[in-house]
Structures are given as structure tokens and as C-alpha cells.
């Protein structure tokens, strides 16, 4: 028997009872179709009538058929959510001038972060969208994306519970009208994860480490400060976001522990780009690329020589930090120079 | 030519998402016209234009927006033909949540934005149920969180609808939409004889022929009454 039929026999609580994911499709059905749970679909169905179906703008055969791809989309899902991606290899392409790109292959690591310097223009939109779209020499730039070393999945094209990339940027905010838990909450039951209470834990505590000042599960998200809202999105991307890339796009420099926050990262396997100018944070990644008029001009490595740098640029960092403490505490800053 | 219908709430991005999908199409050497249909008032035109797209628009005035686009699509694509595009875009607003001026066997987009908070997918009717693309944008102005909510909730809508997401500002992601929007083997002739995915709203009464007064007798034809009895979800 098809498993259209199958579906049709059965009632929305066996259905639940079988596919708990479900919960997510039954809770998008206009009100008052599925009425009574324990009757059969089939059932169900019949009695919508032209009338309701016209007022509600519901599709009974249409219905059916995205029910029975709904279910099949998770179980594929499931599949792929179980194949962590460990390296991204970037083929080279060329530039906006046709002039092809200098380098043989780059890769990034899960738990590595590359930084990506380039005047805005220069072709960081490009270089995203060729690796969220896994490009296969597809795309304006010609560029090919491994995963993994191989040749990806199209899924990742277009599956939609499963995106290759996260970002994170200065202008993101928070719109929802939630307390911290229940928009946890909200982020968790869509991810449909197991022990989700554990991991909003964890991820409260997380943001409460990178933030300078501490917030409760109760805090609406809406009042968090900048500080407290990029440490929050920070700490839920490591943790709860599908994605394996995360796109960062600078991180401020006030009211959040930088280096925390890309160890929580990488902590969690994430691959990380972080689009910066600041050499602090440039340096505190594991390579950086090069980008002029939409190509890779060049990838260099990390030296020792410029990590004894950072230690340097991040004791003078800790100090402006404490002055800035101080100013907020009302001190006199001279004494301390 | 191909033919793809794209409709969405008021100021979801269309207009951004089209042109930068237009201009990519357009540097392969692609002919590409629209038509933009809207209510009272648009100045979309004059943007279409601007990026060097022949373009026409409708305004339906006192009329059902929708109604009008069905009334006059037929008559787009015989224009569309006779000028050469390869592909003819039809833009339309959304303006009920209830329709989708979507056409049998013609390719249809719906754009709904992050912004328009997590319960729009469960609001908005057959434009976004039967749409065979979703293109979400805005999603750099909220947290990823906010955007992972949001596109499982269009995902729980409308599971065979492939979901991207689209920056209407940078155009990032409009090289990629754009493949999915032209396809070299289509060649539409003519839309006569194909249906519309879903029926329009069917309303006949008083008001729409004009009446301006309130009140029980002036209320004539297909009327219908709020429920205040009891507590009750339906509509």
C-alpha cells in the first residue's frame, strides 16, 4: 500500500504517536480541520466540504501530498543530520575580471576560524553564497565547494531544515516578544532536539560567561543590551543552530569577552569565517583570506611571529578595557597610566 | 518564453528580490519584462525601468486586486510574447492574505520576510501553501534563532516549497534564484485553457457594488456574520 493511503487510514494521534515531528506540520493546519485527533484522516478530510475549504484556503489533495513530503523530508533529514561536516574545501574560480584565482584548494576545519578581510564590495557576499549554495563551478566566480572532501549532496541546495550557514552580524536583532527561555524554548522545539531543557541551560550559562553583565532566563530578549544579545546569539548558534559554518561579521569590542565567545565556537565544532578589520580578531584566527574584485587574492597563515603580535595588542586591549571600566565607575583615569 | 507569477505581503522585498534575480539572469544574456500589479498606487515601475527592464503596471483601483490580475494576465503575456522576453516576471501584492493569483504549470514565488514575525506562515492562505518557491529575506536584521524559527514554520506550511533565503539589499542568493527561475525548455504560448491553482474569494455584496451606508438593510447578497456567541477559533 502507498503511504498516502497509509496516512489516510490513520488518525493525526497515531500519526503523532509514529512521526512526532508532526507536532510542527499539524500546528500550521488552519483551525478546525483536524478537529477530533482520534478520527482518521480520511475522515477528517471529507468533512472539510467546498465551502470550508474555500473559507480557509485549504487544499484537501494538496494537503495529503505535502503531509506525505513533509514526513518524507524529515526522515531524510534525520539521515543527514547524522553526517557531521568536518572540512569545507573551496576549488578556486576567478575574479569580477575573469583573472582566475591564486591558490590550489582552501580548506576549512570544523573547529578552525578563518578570517576574511576585504573592503566591503569585494566580494564576501559572493564568497558566502558560492559555499551556501555549494557551488559546483555554477555560480559567476566558478568556484567549487567539497564537503567533507567529496563532492556534495544537492540537498544541501535545498533542503530546508538544513543550511550549510549561520550568521551572525551587528545588525541583527532580536524581534520576538519572548522571555530568554521561551525563545530557547521556541528555537529548541523547531530543531526538535532531545533534553532540550539541558541545553538551554547550558546556553544561558554560555552567554552568561561571554557578557559582562549577567541576565536571567526571565529577561525578555528584548531589553537585553547589545553586549547580552550578540552573547546570547553566540551561545545559541554553537549550540542549537544546524549549521556547521558560522558567518560571523565583526564582533564589538564592548560588553563581550571576544575570545570566549569564538572558543565557544569552535568548541562546538563549528567552522568559523569571521569578516574583520580588526587585527586582534584577524589574528586570533587560524588563517585569513584575501579578497579584491570578487576573487581569493590571497590566504595566509597565521605565523608565530604575528601571535606574539596579538598577545601584545591583546594586553593593550585589556588595558583600554579597563580604563572604559573605570570611566563607567566614575574614577579618575590618570593614576593608572 | 517562460512565465513566473511572484506575490507576497506589502513590502516583503519583492521588488529588491526581482531585480537583483532579473540582473543576474540578464547578464546571461536573458531578455526579461514584468508587470506589476498593485492596488492604489506603486512607483515599482519606475525602478523596473531604471534597471532597464520593459515593464507595465496594473492598478486595480475599487476592484479586487486579484480578481484583476486574472482578468488581465492573458493579455500580459500576449504583450510579454510580442515584445521577445525570454521571461516575464508578474509581480503582485498579496494584499488579503488569502489568495494566490498562482496558475496551474506557471512557476509561482511567494516573498514573506523575517520580520513579519513567526505566526505570518500560519496567516498567510495559498500564496504561500501552493507557492512552488519561498523566498525569505531580511534575515540580516534578525538572530539566526529568529530565522531557523521562522523558515521551519514555512517548511511546516508548506513542505514542497523550496525555501531560500535571499538578501534583497546585497543580492545575495539572487544568482541562485535565478536558476531556479528560468528554464530554457519551457515555451509558453498562450495561458488559454490553464486554471488557477486555488479559487479566488467569492464575494458579492452590497459594498462591493458600492453602498457606503451601515447598517442591517443596507447589507444585501453574500454577507456574512462575526460569531460573538461563544469562545470559537473558527472564522
Redesign the interface.
Known sequence: MKRKEQLLLASPARLLKEYPFLK??F??V???ILYDHQQPLQHLLMEVGEEKS??????TG?FL???D??IH?MEVFSGMAEKTVRSLTILPGNDKSGQPENFESLQFEASTITSIVGPTGSGK??L??DI??VAQA???TKRSVLINNEKPNPDW??A??K?LV????Q??????DLSVSE??E??AG??MIANADIVIQRIIEAANELAGEKFSAQTPITSLSGGQ?RAL?IA??AM????PVVLIDEIENAGIDRKKALALLTGEEKIVLMATHDPILALMADQRIIIKNGGIFKVVKTSDEERELLAELEKGDKKLQELRTKLRAGEQLGDSI | MNLITISGPPSSGKTSVILKTAESLMQKGLKVGAVKFDCLHTDDDIAYEKAGIPVKKGLSGQLCPDHYFVSNIEAVVEWGLAGGFDLLISESAGLCNRCSPYIKEVKAVCVIDNLSGINTPKKIGPMLRMADIVVITKGDIVSQAEREVFSARVHAVNPTAIVMHINGLTGQGAFELGTLWYDENQKLDSLKGKKLRFSMPSALCSYCLGETRIGESYQMGNVRKINLEEKSNEA
Not at chain 1, 545588525?171 to 520576538?176: E, K, R, T, Y
Not at chain 1, 542549537?240 to 549549521?243: A, E, F, T
Open positions: 510542527s506540520f500546528m500550521q488552519p483551525e478546525g474555500e473559507n480557509q484556503g485549504f487544499d494538496h501530498d505535502q503531509l513530503e513533509f523530508q557576499s559572493r558566502l553564497a551556501e549554495w555554477d555560480t559567476p541546495r535545498f530546508s531544515g543550511k549561520a550568521q551572525l552580524s545588525n541583527m536583532n532580536f524581534v520576538m525563545f530557547l521556541l528555537h523547531s530543531r544579545s546569539m545559541d548558534t542549537l543552530s544546524s549549521s
